[in-house]
């Protein structure tokens, strides 16, 4: 059983990053990029919302001889979660604090 | 995360970029070892009834009493055979002989019941293993005790 989703401030700014651009895949570096978040504790969230069907992954075809690139994307269901959850600024922090959601 | 390092721009931030995913990779997989062992140890609490403690005990008991009746036959009978089939040899000139039955025959018998009764009947094939040992460890203590 996959335990309940810890909403993390890391979380929230993943949510957000892909936010921007919903329908469209991106690269864990990009990600990176627009969070500011380190591969370290990007990746695993990025796992933890893949293992929630929040995100859908896929690999990207290279040239031969070169691993593929992982790319990342809202699900319907990411999609909806994120718009409910991920609020940007403190503001936000204090919403899910007030809801009750695990920081 | 190994591809993205061609797309990062400096050394410096392409190692830091890649300890990073190594630590990612390695704390998912330590803590999904774990959880899959602590899943495995709370099935495994049905285990200790007291209805199964008994049956795992009778069976460790009986593969004790199996040992017990193989290591019996093969000192008192085995030992005993190559004088009866072949009476005109002397064997006593041949000390080694003597430890084929009472440890090299009963240990081969051990290990080969072991292994077949492991996957059907554990608790049997861990009452032979348990006689085994001990019978290998009595034979190690009398032979560095009695030189």
Redesign the interface.
Known sequence: MVPPLRLSPQTLQVLDAFLDAPKDWKYGYDISRNTGLKSGTLYPILLRLADRKLLETSWEATEPGKPPRHLYRLTPNGLQFAREHAIKGVAGSRVLALRGVKT | ????L???ESDWASL??????T???L??SIASTARSWVTKQVDRRGEWTPKNVGRKAAGLVSGVVISAGVLAFSILGLARLPSVLFPARNFEQLPWLGWLPVLVIPEGVFVIAALVLWRKRRDVARGIVLSGVTLAVHVIVHVTTHR
Request: glycine content about 12%.
């Open positions: 995360m190994l591809r993205e061609d797309f990062i830091m970029w890649a300890l990073g995913g630590t990612a990779i704390r998912h």
